[in-house]
C-alpha cells in the first residue's frame, strides 16, 4: 500500500465555525492536499475573507457560506449553496463550538455556604447562557450531521470529524455546560460510527489539549497584562510538553482521519494535547 493523501484530491470538504483560529487552520491544511473547502460561519463576512485567504495561498477552489449550525433552514441553504459550487459532500469537520462566561462558575469548588459563595458557584450559572454553550456544542454537530451528511448516504463513502475536548475525558472546573457538551459529542462520535459502519461512512473525533482561543483566553491569561492566570500556569505544569498546543498542531491527525489511510478506523477520540490526558499529575 502506497501512503499518501492522494485520495484528498478533489474532495469536497464542508467545516462549520470555519471562520475560527482552529477552523481556518485546518481548512488551511486541507486545502493544501487539494480538498475544495467549503468555509461555513455564521458571519458571513468572516467566512468569505477565510475563503479567499485560504485560496490565494493554496490554489485549490474554496468558497464562504454563511451558516447557523442551530438552524435546519439555514443548513439546508448552505448545503444548496456547497453542492451547486463545490459538488456534493465527501468530508465534514463539525469545528463549531465554544464557551460562554456566563456558563463558567467562578469557583472551582464551593467551600462555603455564604451568598456571595453559592452565587460565584454552580447555583449562580446562567442557565440559558449554560443551554447556548451546550446547544453550540452538541447540536451544532447534531444538525449539521443531519443535513450534510445525505450525501455521504448516496456516494457510499464519507468522513466526518468531530471535536471533542480535554475536558470530555476529566471534567474540568469552572466549565461545567462546555465540560458536559464535550463529553456527549465523545458519545455521540462513538454511536454514530457505529450506526453509519454499514453505509462506509467513517466517524472520528478529535479532542485538542489547551489552545489559546477567543472562548477561552479570559480563563487562561489574564486581560490587562497578558500574563497566565493561576489556571493557565496549571494547565501548562500539568502539560509533559510544557506549552499551549498550535492550531497547526491539529493538522497531521486530521488529514490521517479524513484520508484512506484510516480506512479502518472509525469511533475513536484522537487527543492532541502535548500528553496532558496521560500525565498523573505528579
Known amino acids: 500500500m502506497k501512503i499518501s493523501f492522494e485520495d484528498l484530491k478533489g474532495k469536497v470538504c464542508a467545516i462549520t465555525g470555519g471562520a475560527g483560529i482552529i477552523g481556518v487552520s485546518m481548512s488551511k491544511a486541507l486545502s493544501s492536499?487539494?480538498?475544495?473547502m467549503a468555509i461555513m460561519d455564521l458571519n458571513l463576512e468572516s467566512a468569505n475573507k477565510a475563503a479567499a485567504e485560504i485560496e490565494k495561498v493554496t490554489g485549490v477552489t474554496t468558497i464562504g457560506v454563511g451558516a447557523n449550525v442551530l438552524e435546519e433552514?439555514?443548513?439546508?441553504?448552505?448545503?444548496?449553496?456547497?453542492?451547486?459550487?463545490?459538488?456534493?459532500?465527501n468530508i465534514l469537520i463539525n469545528c463549531a463550538g465554544g464557551n460562554n462566561p456566563g456558563a463558567?462558575?467562578?469557583l472551582e469548588?464551593?467551600?462555603s455556604y455564604s451568598e456571595d459563595a453559592l452565587k460565584d458557584s454552580?447555583?449562580?450559572?446562567?442557565?440559558?447562557?449554560?443551554q447556548k454553550v451546550f446547544d453550540l456544542n452538541f447540536i451544532g454537530t447534531l444538525l449539521p450531521t443531519m443535513v450534510l451528511a445525505r450525501d455521504m448516504?448516496?456516494?457510499?463513502?464519507?468522513?466526518?470529524?468531530?471535536i471533542s475536548s480535554m475536558s470530555a475525558y476529566k471534567p474540568l472546573t469552572k466549565v461545567a455546560a462546555y465540560s458536559a457538551a464535550k463529553a456527549a459529542i465523545s458519545n455521540f462520535t462513538e454511536w454514530l460510527s457505529t450506526h453509519f459502519a454499514k453505509v462506509n461512512i467513517r466517524v472520528n473525533a478529535i479532542a485538542p489539549g489547551f489552545f489559546l482561543t477567543v472562548q477561552n483566553k479570559f480563563l487562561m491569561t489574564d486581560e490587562k497584562t497578558g500574563e497566565l492566570t493561576p489556571r493557565g500556569k496549571r494547565v501548562i505544569q500539568r502539560t509533559p510538553m510544557g506549552k499551549f498546543g498550535e492550531?497547526?498542531?491539529?493538522?497531521g491527525t486530521l488529514a490521517y482521519l479524513v484520508s484512506d489511510i484510516s480506512a479502518f478506523v472509525t469511533g475513536i477520540v484522537i487527543p492532541v494535547d502535548g500528553g496532558f490526558s496521560s500525565f498523573s499529575g505528579v
Do not use: Q
Not at 122 to 130: C, E, N, P, Q, W
Not at 153 to 162: H, M, R, V
Open 73 to 89: 433552514t439555514s443548513l439546508l441553504e448552505a448545503k444548496k449553496t456547497i453542492n451547486n459550487k463545490l459538488g456534493p459532500v
Open 109 to 111: 469548588m464551593l467551600e
Open 247 to 251: 492550531p497547526d498542531d491539529l493538522a
Open 153 to 162: 448516504i448516496e456516494l457510499k463513502k464519507g468522513s466526518i470529524i468531530n
Open 122 to 130: 454552580f447555583f449562580g450559572l446562567d442557565i440559558k447562557a449554560f
Open 104 to 106: 463558567t462558575t467562578k
Open 33 to 36: 492536499l487539494g480538498v475544495k
